[in-house]
């Protein structure tokens, strides 16, 4: 592959690392941070954490971690062909999950309304959280201490009321600045992935029929495709011809429309890109109108399926449950998380003791969750 072009992150260049540390011998800055995410604890949680559907439901269901995978290949393969750094964009696509809840969004969404009265929760900033304070790996500082491009692209948006309480990678979002190329990168990788593997899922669950799939534009222009070269093609076979056709034109549009871009503007570095108004990475127009019905398609008969809305239910019940346990005495939390909470709320108040019950409920898995509850509330349970 040809070297970098001038647009991409340069290591050289980099704002460099919270803590100071001498440079890797035989690896680059980004390919450090790189490995220390999938070293880390909350990497390997990501296998036991809810995408769509809860882990226990299937074993060929995505997780967060089959879909944290997915993610970084695709953007691997963009960042190649846009000449950006491969490493920092793997990096960032690996981390970008790592503060998720148990049960997906249905979990986030619990853990924010229990969070109201203490600043709220929002996964992508417990992401950063993650990176930057609550891994305990190593002896000279908390957290993975990440190069700032990297933490920059793990938080994709942050409001303007907690970007003023982060430090330096809050600052694009008062400056209203972009981040690096690697890191918007990281958003459309994300978008490709799990739009086209929620199709997979969501069939696979039967939960949608490849009829109605019809309907979606992008579905059935590359399904009609198929079925002309492969006339006796059905089943698995045909849908996954279709997702893999799919995602090839979503993935070749990214590249060709940000390559445009990237020559319109003439950007020849990193902070000219941050300076710009806009995205250069992304779709044309008419991609990014057929992906949005795509969405649009998946939440109305998916992400909103009654079947799906159950577990939704259940979830959101487990974690306000948990909530209200751990916040209500401490004491019940194991103690290093205890201990936390009492540090933290000798220092900030309720506030304080909330972000430590959060911290430890969102660092939980779907099946630690839900045996946690039960022994909170099951009284037949072993505590
Ligand atoms: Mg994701």
């Known amino acids: 592959m040809s070297a970098l072009a001038s647009y991409a992150a340069h290591e050289e260049r980099s704002r460099g690392r919270r803590h100071a540390e001498p440079p890797p011998p035989y690896r680059s800055e980004f390919q450090r941070d790189r490995d220390r995410i999938v070293h880390s604890t909350a990497f390997r949680r990501l296998v036991y954490k809810t995408q769509v559907f809860v882990n226990h439901e299937g074993d060929l269901y995505r997780t967060r971690l089959t879909h944290t995978l997915e993610v970084a290949q695709i953007a691997r393969t963009v960042a190649g062909q846009l000449r950006l750094n491969e490493a920092l964009s793997e990096a960032i696509c690996l981390a970008h999950d790592l503060g998720h809840t148990p049960f997906g969004h249905a979990g986030q969404d619990a853990l924010n309304e229990c969070m109201a009265d203490f600043g709220g929760f929002e996964h992508n900033l417990q992401s950063l959280r993650v990176v930057d304070e609550l891994e305990e790996h190593y002896a000279g500082f908390d957290g993975l201490n990440l190069t700032f491009e990297c933490r920059e692209g793990i938080l994709k948006h942050c409001s303007y009321k907690n970007a003023l309480t982060i430090g330096d990678?809050?600052?694009?979002?008062?400056?209203?600045?972009?981040?690096?190329?690697?890191?918007?990168?990281?958003?459309?990788?994300?978008?490709?992935?799990?739009?086209?593997?929620?199709?997979?899922?969501?069939?696979?669950?039967?939960?949608?029929?490849?009829?109605?799939?019809?309907?979606?534009?992008?579905?059935?222009?590359?399904?009609?495709?198929?079925?002309?070269?492969?006339?006796?093609?059905?089943?698995?076979?045909?849908?996954?011809?279709?997702?893999?056709?799919?995602?090839?034109?979503?993935?070749?549009?990214?590249?060709?429309?940000?390559?445009?871009?990237?020559?319109?503007?003439?950007?020849?570095?990193?902070?000219?890109?941050?300076?710009?108004?806009?995205?250069?990475?992304?779709?044309?127009?008419?991609?990014?109108?057929?992906?949005?019905?795509?969405?649009?398609?998946?939440?109305?008969?998916?992400?909103?399926?009654?079947?799906?809305?159950?577990?939704?239910?259940?979830?959101?019940?487990?974690?306000?449950?948990?909530?209200?346990?751990?916040?209500?005495?401490?004491?019940?939390?194991?103690?290093?998380?205890?201990?936390?909470?009492?540090?933290?709320?000798?220092?900030?108040?309720?506030?304080?003791?909330?972000?430590?019950?959060?911290?430890?409920?969102?660092?939980?898995?779907?099946?630690?969750?839900?045996?946690?509850?039960?022994?909170?509330?099951?009284?037949?349970?072993?505590?």
Not at 209 to 228: I, P
Not at 238 to 266: C, F, K, P, Q, W
Not at 353 to 373: C, K, N, Q, S
């Open 169 to 383: 990678v809050g600052e694009r979002f008062i400056r209203r600045e972009q981040p690096g190329l690697e890191a918007q990168l990281a958003n459309f990788a994300d978008e490709i992935a799990y739009n086209n593997h929620d199709v997979d899922d969501g069939v696979r669950a039967g939960l949608i029929a490849l009829d109605d799939l019809l309907e979606v534009r992008l579905f059935a222009d590359h399904h009609a495709e198929v079925r002309e070269a492969h006339p006796r093609i059905q089943g698995r076979r045909l849908l996954y011809e279709v997702l893999r056709r799919m995602i090839n034109h979503l993935v070749t549009d990214l590249i060709d429309s940000s390559v445009a871009r990237l020559r319109e503007t003439g950007v020849d570095s990193i902070d000219a890109v941050r300076a710009q108004r806009a995205f250069l990475i992304g779709f044309s127009e008419e991609t990014a109108a057929a992906n949005q019905q795509l969405k649009t398609f998946l939440r109305e008969h998916l992400y909103r399926h009654y079947k799906v809305q159950r577990m939704t239910s259940k979830a959101r019940r487990v974690v306000r449950e948990l909530f209200d346990a751990f916040f209500g005495d401490p004491a019940l939390m194991p103690p290093e998380h205890r201990a936390a909470a009492r540090r933290r709320e000798a220092s900030q108040g309720p506030t304080g003791r909330a972000r430590a019950v959060a911290d430890y409920i969102a660092g939980m898995t779907d099946r630690y969750a839900i045996l946690e509850h039960r022994r909170l509330y099951d009284p037949a349970e072993r505590t």
